[in-house]
């Protein structure tokens, strides 16, 4: 129902969407892709977050998940804050 028109590479649409915003429309354009295949591929997925600072785990075999906490770092900044406030 318009002329604009939005230049993309897929030929697959699926569905376009418009979602009105305060100030300007998104439009998602959604597309399926082809999985990519991980064979003899090391990789790593990492999480960051607030509570767990960091999460890491591997496809490896015999690599243990690592979990860091990130409660003691969010205790440091809330004592900096703190003292900040006061001064």
Do not use: H
Not at 1 to 14: A, D, F, G, R, Y
Request: hydrophobic content about 40%; aromatic content about 4%.
């Amino acid at each position: 129902m318009s002329e604009i028109k939005i230049p993309t590479l897929q030929t697959e649409i699926i569905e376009a969407r418009i979602i009105p915003k305060s100030s300007c429309y998104l439009i998602e354009i959604v597309y399926e892709k082809a999985e990519e295949t991980t064979e003899n591929q090391q990789i790593a997925g990492v999480d960051l977050g607030v509570n767990n600072l960091i999460a890491v785990t591997t496809n490896q075999t015999g690599i243990a998940p690592l979990l860091i906490k990130g409660r003691p770092l969010k205790a440091i900044n809330t004592f900096y804050n703190k003292q900040r406030s006061c001064l």
